[in-house]
């Protein structure tokens, strides 16, 4: 049993490095691959999947990890049949991790399995054939069976593959802060306790090792790359961003494609973000319904909710993310924002205990 449930664990924590963006290069074939698998019980195996879905894989084959009835186009120096070339195995496959058994998860989400069965890795009570190898019968799975829903059981322990999970619990400690490590946070300043939520949260860097510029001003580039972090994180539950030859193009990127901007809204990124632009891309990080009303401010001194911006500084106002420079909620949204303001609104952005609950005079 504790053998059967280790394999169980090595093939889930296969698929949980999966996928992952790279070039797949093959003999014959050469295509960009959404996930890979290394793995293997005699000789190993490569397996990838195409842009299509498409699983490929090549390797040993002493156990029907390639299906094709455990043959390949050649043998290894223990007479074992493996494939040299990579070869189709499975359309519309999303992961797949594969030892002396294969499995995948389908695009649909069913779990397939199939090969060596000697150790009881695949669920089932009974397989459809044998194959010899050094002279031992062991029972295999040579075509692709599907396991009851997404469940894998083995005997006593169950075993879920867990969902992507999205919300205010996907933030989490990413870094450590400590007092002093940015020259120009005092301890004692207004903004510290939200300088040091947005780092340890990776919201927020520093302008160098030492410094975090509180006073300084953010481009619309920086701002970007501020709410790419907080909807990602509230999405995925981790910012992968990795940046190019110009910095902000992979923020720019998925801001457009996940719709917190509009292909050509910005033509100037690194030109200074005033704080209605700035509200209008930290508006569009989180959904709606992340963003209920604590308060309910329905008159600014000096925004209408006609503008362009209107919507999104209201919401932001009534969410208790943003509190006014005034008793009378002013905004001033042509000024520039600083650094130190950037960070106390992400943090409450983030975590929905520091917004304000907030009533202004009118």
Known sequence: MKKTISLLLALILCMSLLP??????????????NALCLGGYLTGNAAYIDKNNTLWMRGDNASGQLLHDGKGDAENSLGYFIQSTFLPIMEDVASVCVHNATAVIKTDGSLWMWGMNDNSQLPFTSVNDTFTNQYIERPVQSVPRQVEGATVRTGEAEIKYPELTTGFGNFSKQNTYTDGMFTDVPANQWYADTVKAAYELGLAKGSSETTFSPGG???????????????????????????????????????????????????????????????????????????????????LPDVNKSSAYGEAVFTLYNAGVLTGSDTKGTFNP???????????????????SLRKTITLDN
């Open 217 to 299: 001003n953010v481009t619309i580039a920086e701002t970007l790359a501020f709410a790419c972090r907080v909807h990602s994180i509230y999405s995925t539950g981790k910012a992968d961003f990795k940046q190019g030859g110009v910095w902000y193009q992979v923020y720019v990127d998925y801001a457009i494609a996940n719709d917190i901007i509009k292909e050509g809204e910005y033509t100037n990124y690194t030109a200074k973000a005033n704080r209605a632009q700035f509200a209008s891309i930290l508006a569009k990080a989180l959904p709606a319904d992340a963003l209920d009303a604590i308060n309910n401010i329905s008159i």
């Open 334 to 352: 042509a000024s520039s924002i600083s650094r130190g303001e950037v960070a106390t609104i992400i943090a409450r952005m983030a975590i929905p």
């Open 20 to 33: 992952v963006a790279a070039s797949a290069y093959s003999t014959g074939k050469v295509g960009e691959a």
